[in-house]
């Protein structure tokens, strides 16, 4: 095809439609699978866990500040116990809601409340797509799945990096993708907290963005870290490093435990919260000593294992309730919630779709304020997939437009069109219809509801393949949305110098 | 490959494990999209509607009936008109909860209260499945997929023939259906309601079933009729008979109008819900007034056309909202609420998927009691899947384990095996897990959660794949279950005589 014809075809193809920018405000009541004793009695659990048990951490700095605080500290065994009073004052310092700045102030973003934010998909080694199969990820692969990230109006903020570039060298990896990230976006992006330096460097480049300096960053700002612990019970270094240094500069932190029932957490899923309670307590009472009244999020990531291959599953019914309940905890301690769209599916097919709608429903009833890897998660999370990418935006998009409420007045009721209409008849025709028809209904991303002869005469296309035909048509029609020169070329010189640095101590 | 070789691999492949016949309880508060204002003003339009608009009734002795209670009756145009003392005192006569027989005494259904009973799909013309394709349905397509939802545990009543067996006569169809029905399931089966006589032999045969009379059976009834209206405001002459006879043997009978917003309803969700309300209320107002006290169902099926083509959308997020909206309009009239699992997908993917699973959330988070077409429906109604069926009776019994409470006591918190394992240790190989591990988790029927290299050398299937494999080793595992010979040979000879007697007549 000769290349005119080509671009005809794709222009015919029309624009791809899909919802403007937003923010999600969620009306509904939150889901409550456990009663107010049985958040008690989990949270007084969650208590006895940091009191009698302790957690492992494995920070000096970390242990230090946790001593001051008048914690119990074993600096031998690397042991530290919180006891329950010092827990209660400590989180109490944590605000229930706070805003991050993006590059573009439009898409600033209020995490908290009854508002939900949606990132991308955050840290798979691997990257898919049905044109190039399944590949450890490229620098090239991360900057088109970055591109996608802002083209999609779905995702509020970028998730951390979709894509591992393992062709980039790892200990200057970070450099080059907070580079594209705020290059290729206009969005909130995330930055990856493991390590003193890694993250000092994200504020420095997020001072740079926004032509501030640290403290000017701390007073309104702009990271969003998330922080795992090492369940059970036990931060490593780089945790400890991130946490501090990201809380030490006024930024948020995620604290997610990866509490896994049968794994990393009791195999009964009361247990396993008490233990997610516990050590995203014990997180945040970390950060609050660092910064007290620091913004932070309580992480939950408390799912199972198939107990028959020990392998974690996602968008389980198990991981749905505990999703549930995890909400129930952070609200109890009045720190905005956290969850994921999850699913354990190998391929963008019905599981990976109903896993991941058990996620979002049950983050969703949760009251999620932060809906981590939102979208392009796949394997779980081994994977970003660009299909999948198409297709969880599809299913964000509804689940936004089911969040609106339902107008109810003398317009909508509409019974003067309702007595136009003849029994029997149809409202096709009728002025009500006319006047509202174009803007009434969702209009979907990929779902196809034509019948089947008009589908087959298309090729009998799975949602997959036409996900695959849309994620290329925004790739082609993305635009680079513009940069401050003077920013840009300071933050170009920031990495060099940078990446002249680490490289001189290798 | 030598039949016994095949045996055995067919025998190697396992015994497919699902979750046990169970009833659900839905101990989640219902979720409320509408204010307590705002379901009023729904009603008091839907009253309005009634009083002022009227229903056109086709049907002469449903109008007799009408005007005999006191409604206004324009026997020319075929109109009714209710004033809303009628509608209201006359509803309240129907019970908020009731009992439906099964064949086998353990398969009872309770219909009401916080229970969901799950139906399999009804009525498509089409079936499908990997092997065969898409074809007009047959009697042998039928009682293959019958046997699947005998199979079935998640699956508590059938839907009312999942296949319409286009090479069998139209006029003695539905003997051979309830045949079948009863032969092959011991489940709770539903009636066809179009028309006096059909409505008439499903009550016949139901009477031989449990060897009693048209009286016994009203005490102590088995049949489920699903009753459309023709939206907007009319019922037509098979509909009417087909409720006055079930009704007529206190039968219990589903109203459902199929208020399409921007088609057979106004576009707007408010001025939908008010008509499908007001038609619901009609239906159950014409129960009531045939046999007072007869169980009823409030059955809703109010989604939105895509505006494009003028076709039916399903798994909308207007339809799950609508969905959530109605239950509230039924438990304002304290009828147990009827809701379905519906898709406009052509093939079993990922929109399949995510469309049944905003169905099925949105059902489920409205306290639907009845979830009708609950597994198998394609196409927007128009195919019974095979592979559908499969995936849809994965996402139930993911509903149900989700829907089970979580325990929280000592043991369930299990702290003793969180001091037990040491800070980042794992939990596989303490007592408390090992006590446990075995039924601590859901099993899936088709998910796979092994890794990705597993899953490739198990040859990539997707789940649709997985799914025709199920199906079909469900289907060679199927066993009849036994029905009294003096019943089968009792059914038999009435089935012969009425066709018969209807072949006669031709």
Chains 1, 2 share one sequence.
């Not at 690397?78 to 006891?83: H, R």
């Not at 109810?408 to 149809?426: C, K, M, R, S």
Request: charged residues 25%; glycine residues 8%; hydrophobic residues 40%.
């Amino acid at each position: 095809m000769p290349r005119t014809t080509r671009r005809r075809a794709r222009r015919d193809a029309g624009t791809i439609e899909q919802l403007p920018w937003q923010s999600i405000v969620n009306d509904h009541a939150p889901a409550e699978p456990l009663s107010a004793d049985q958040v008690e009695a989990i949270n007084e659990a969650s208590l006895d866990i940091l009191e009698r048990m302790g957690m492992r951490v494995l920070h000096r700095g970390a242990r230090d500040l946790f001593a001051e605080a008048g914690a119990r500290v074993d600096h031998g065994e690397q042991m530290v116990w919180l006891d329950r009073a010092l827990v209660v004052e400590t989180v109490a310092h944590a605000p229930d809601a706070f805003t991050l700045r993006a590059r573009n102030p439009e898409r600033n973003l209020v995490i908290g409340g009854n508002r939900i934010v949606i990132t991308s998909v955050g840290g798979p080694p691997f990257c898919h797509d049905l044109d190039r199969g399944r590949r450890p990820g490229s620098y090239a692969d991360l900057c088109e799945y970055l591109k996608l990230e802002q083209s999609l109006n779905v995702i509020h903020m970028e998730g951390g990096g979709p894509i591992e570039p393992v062709d980039l060298p790892v200990e200057t990896r970070h450099l080059d993708l907070h580079l594209a990230q705020i290059r290729l976006l206009d969005k909130n992006w995330k930055p990856l907290g493991l390590g003193r330096e890694r993250a000092a460097d994200a504020i420095e480049m997020a001072c740079i963005l926004f032509d501030t300096d640290r403290e000017g960053l701390a007073r309104d700002p702009a990271l969003f870290c998330v922080i795992n612990t090492n369940s059970p019970r036990q931060i490593d270094i780089p945790m400890c490093e991130g946490l501090m240094e990201m809380a030490g500069a006024g930024q948020a932190v995620c604290i997610t435990p990866f509490t896994l029932a049968g794994a990393m957490g009791p195999v009964t899923l009361a247990g396993a919260l008490a233990l997610q309670n516990a050590e995203a307590l014990a997180g945040i009472v970390l950060c609050q000593l660092v910064r007290p009244g620091v913004p932070v999020a309580y992480g939950a990531f408390t799912s199972n294992v198939d107990m028959k291959s020990g392998s974690p599953a996602f968008g389980t019914p198990e991981y749905a309730k505990a999703t549930q309940a995890c909400g129930q905890l952070a609200r109890r301690h009045g720190i905005p919630y956290r969850s994921s769209n999850a699913t354990s599916a190998n391929t963008v097919d019905a599981q990976a779709a109903y896993e991941s709608e058990m996620s979002l429903w049950g983050a969703v009833t949760a009251h999620v304020n932060i809906l981590n890897q939102g979208a392009g998660w796949l394997e779980g999370g081994l994977t970003a997939s660009f299909e999948k990418l198409i297709v969880d935006a599809e299913m964000l998009q509804m689940m936004m437009e089911y969040l609106k409420p339902i107008h109810v007045d003398e317009q909508t009721l509409g019974l003067e069109t309702i007595a136009e209409v003849e029994p029997g008849g149809h409202f096709f025709g009728t002025q009500h219809t006319l006047d509202r028809y174009e803007h009434a209904f969702y209009t979907p991303l990929v779902s196809d509801w034509s019948n089947y002869e008009t589908w087959e005469e298309g090729g009998s296309r799975t949602t997959t393949e036409r996900a695959n035909s849309i994620w290329k048509q925004l790739l082609r029609e993305y635009q680079q949305p513009e940069l401050d020169a003077a920013i840009d070329e300071a933050l170009e010189e920031y990495v060099t110098r940078r990446k002249r640095e680490i490289n001189a101590r290798a």
